[in-house]
């Protein structure tokens, strides 16, 4: 092996670095010594400089070799990329440190004097404004000993060829060569740590400071594993505006052969302030010191040991990307009636009771609107209203589903909307709080899509992710909106809520009936080409029709095709359906084929499989017809009902690409469990054990026989802890309603951060 030949600038003392200096020591390196010599409470350390990096690798002869082979990993395969990263990283951990190197390394350790430190990478691109490859490389915590810091060291360098972040790259479109800094630096031994925001990451309130806190080191707050405390400060003053305290299930301390040890916290432990008072406006003067000094909103880390605060990271917000919304007053009103908070915000207008959708005339523009329930046949009328109330229904039924893509403000469940309130009558509609308010009070301002975009058009991510994340969509009018949002896709394109809308609420037989096939594909094909269009050439999953017969019996003419069912959430739907009503199905294969010639990125699913026959009998239909014969399509399978669990390996053999779990119709069948039903909304839940077992055979299955495997729902954007379930599980995509993509952006990126964290403590 060749030496290298040592350089001041292979090792550099945080008071020689600065926030320009990324291409030496990286975002997270450069950032700890700009705030270092601004005075701030930085604990000391070093950075071992991406030159090192590349400086070991070319002692070791292995940089043209590593360079070779990951031009040749393609980020889109996700085997072949794990066996690229597999290879890349040996390549460079045998490489090693050279002998100078290595002197020059431990001599700056002694510096730090006794006790533990901790060993970070600093990517070269991390932790900017632009991307930030957030939690994509190695960091290990209370390393202590020459051996054990070279080993850290050469698995932070190796890191920067993991599979998320060579996918990431490809994806920001970073063609340069990786190269990744080190910081070594001494470990608080913390009793408390956390995060604080400079404005408020849910409001983009620029007038507030956000701290959250919890005890012990700062991974459990970082990682989501604990609720943390939440403090909110007026940074006039600065004044203290709120206290949350949350529930601290456990803590991360130092153990007592010096790695990481989780303890469990007592009752009265977990509910404990982890600040008081002073503490809290000390650390937002820090906060605010820092915003000071890089002119622009910050997400820093904070950790504590006994009475003094420490700052152990600080990058720019990347998150605010829509207009901050102004602080909305106190809802005052009287309180009319509760429900279920289905979709966000908060409108006033006046009340229009429907009992269906026949009588969508005497709904003016602006109105609420107030019925039972609603279903697909209501689309056309719910785009006129500013809010929509319901007696019945769950989070997940078709009303709050539509709400949310519309973005208007929705109560579901409330039981007797239809009964209290009146024609007519003037009404807030809280959707955040589910209530609905007597009067009018301040409207809350709707938060814009996120549109920022290359000049190529694609969205430019906020997050990066190993896991796909698509959009769920059913109103081709919102797709300009969806596909400015940083997002690889349609995961599930509702087609019955197109039909509705496109065909204006006719049942597709009754046309048919009329000689009106040609419109049907003519008026379907236009608003298909409106999402497949705007999302180019990112892919969309089109759900063949899955109107159940009383959804069915409400459109124009459904009396006359659809049979009266008790149990229509079980009966005749889906897959079953085509195999005995071919015509129907036929219909929607012209217009897909028609789509798919000016817009290939169209892909098929096919809903509500039961059985292996029936399926078989779908795809020979598919086959036979021109659609099938089209290059590329791909043919994806709902994976709503158990049986799916047992035949993955027969639907493979039949030449499914994907599966995509319907969380909303699992779990009522898990569980037993009408997902419309109001009544029964508390025994609805679809992180039960029973369910999160299902969907963790359904992914492993999958993965066993080549298929992708999805998630359409909201439970992913609601629970970082059932996105945590589904990162781990090995999930490949998941879907969501656009008003949650970014939210679940954040909660899935936090379950790769506590799987790449684990995964460190295991090489340990």
């Keep these: 092996m060749n030496d290298v030949v040592s350089t001041p600038s292979f090792v550099r003392a945080f008071a020689t670095l600065h926030a320009a200096d990324t291409a030496v020591a990286g975002g997270k390196g450069a950032n700890l010594g700009e705030l270092a010599q601004a005075g701030l409470p930085v604990p000391p350390g070093f950075v071992v400089t991406a030159q090192a990096y590349l400086a070991a690798l070319d002692a070791a002869g292995v940089r043209t070799k590593i360079l070779e082979r990951a031009a040749s990993a393609n980020p889109d395969d996700e085997p072949g990329l794990a066996q690229a990263s597999r290879e890349l990283k040996a390549l460079v951990q045998s490489a090693g440190l050279p002998p100078t190197l290595r002197t020059e390394i431990l001599q700056a350790y002694r510096t730090l004097g006794d006790g533990c430190v901790a060993v970070r990478s600093s990517a070269t691109s991390e932790d900017t404004a632009g991307s930030s490859f957030a939690g994509m490389n190695e960091t290990f915590t209370n390393i202590s000993g020459d051996d054990a810091l070279i080993d850290a060291i050469v698995r932070c360098f190796a890191s920067v060829w993991g599979p998320r972040v060579i996918s990431y790259r490809a994806s920001q479109k970073i063609s340069d060569e990786p190269a990744i800094a080190v910081v070594v630096q001494r470990m608080v031994d913390s009793d408390r740590s956390g995060v604080m925001f400079t404005a408020d990451p849910a409001t983009f309130d620029l007038q507030r400071v956000v701290i959250e806190g919890a005890f012990g080191l700062g991974e459990v707050v970082v990682g989501g594993q604990v609720e943390p405390d939440t403090y909110v400060v007026d940074k006039s003053g600065p004044r203290l505006v709120s206290v949350r305290v949350g529930d601290k299930t456990h803590k991360i301390v130092r153990g007592p052969d010096g790695g990481d040890l989780r303890v469990e916290l007592p009752a009265h432990e977990r509910g404990r302030r982890v600040l008081d008072d002073a503490e809290i406006l000390v650390l937002a003067e820090l906060a605010l010191r820092i915003e000071h000094h890089y002119g622009s909103p910050q997400d820093v880390e904070w950790a504590a040991n006994g009475g003094a605060f420490f700052i152990v990271q600080s990058r720019p917000i990347t ?446």
């Design 319 to 764: 998150t605010l990307d829509r207009k901050p919304a102004a602080m909305l007053s106190p809802a005052t009103g009287n309180v009319l009636l509760s429900g279920l908070a289905a979709a966000p915000g908060r409108v006033s207008g006046r009340v229009c009771i429907l009992r269906s959708a026949e009588e969508s005339g005497k709904l003016r523009d602006g109105d609420v609107l107030v019925a039972q329930m609603t279903s697909p046949d209501w689309v056309p009328t719910l785009r006129r209203a500013c809010a929509l109330v319901t007696d019945g229904g769950g989070m997940t039924c078709h009303a709050a589903i539509v709400s949310r893509e519309l973005r208007i403000p929705c109560v579901v469940g409330t039981r007797e909307a239809t009964r209290k309130l009146r024609d007519g009558e003037l009404v807030t509609v809280d959707g955040e709080k589910g209530q609905v308010l007597e009067g009018a009070v301040a409207r809350a301002p709707q938060a814009e899509p996120d549109a920022r975009m290359s000049q190529q058009g694609a969205p430019v991510a906020v997050e990066p992710l190993a896991t796909k994340l698509y959009v769920n969509l059913a109103i081709a009018s919102q797709a300009q909106a969806a596909a400015a949002l940083p997002v690889d896709g349609v995961g599930l394109l509702r087609a019955e809520f197109m039909i509705s809308d496109a065909l204006g609420g006719v049942h597709p037989k009754q046309l048919l009936a009329e000689g009106k096939r040609q419109e049907f594909v003519d008026k379907m094909s236009a608003s298909l080409l409106q999402i497949t269009q705007a999302f180019a050439p990112r892919p969309v999953i089109y759900r063949t029709y899955d109107f159940r017969t009383n959804e069915f019996r409400k459109l124009r003419g459904g009396e006359a095709f659809e049979a009266h069912e008790e149990n229509p959430m079980i009966g005749y739907r889906g897959c079953y359906r085509y195999v005995r009503e071919p015509d129907l199905f036929e219909l929607e294969l012209d217009t897909l084929a028609k789509v798919r010639e000016q817009t290939p990125n169209l892909h098929v699913m096919i809903p509500f499989v039961r059985t292996k026959w029936e399926l078989a009998a779908c795809l020979e239909m598919i086959d036979k017809h021109p659609l099938g014969k089209q290059r590329g399509l791909l043919r994806w399978v709902m994976a709503e009902v158990p049986s799916v669990v047992y035949r993955i390996a027969d639907y493979a053999a039949l030449g499914i690409h994907g599966v995509s779990i319907g969380s909303n119709d699992l779990t009522q069948l898990m569980l037993g469990v009408d997902r419309d039903s109001a009544v029964c909304a508390e025994l609805f839940d679809e992180s039960d054990a029973a369910v999160l077992d299902a969907i963790q055979q359904i992914i492993a299955r999958a993965r066993e026989h080549g298929l992708t495997s999805s998630l359409c729902g909201q439970a992913p954007s609601n629970s970082a802890e059932f996105a945590d379930h589904l990162v781990r599980f090995g999930i490949t995509s998941i879907s969501v309603n656009p008003d949650a993509a970014q939210r679940c952006r954040g909660v899935i990126a936090q379950a790769e951060r506590r799987l790449l964290l684990e995964a460190a403590r295991r090489l340990r």
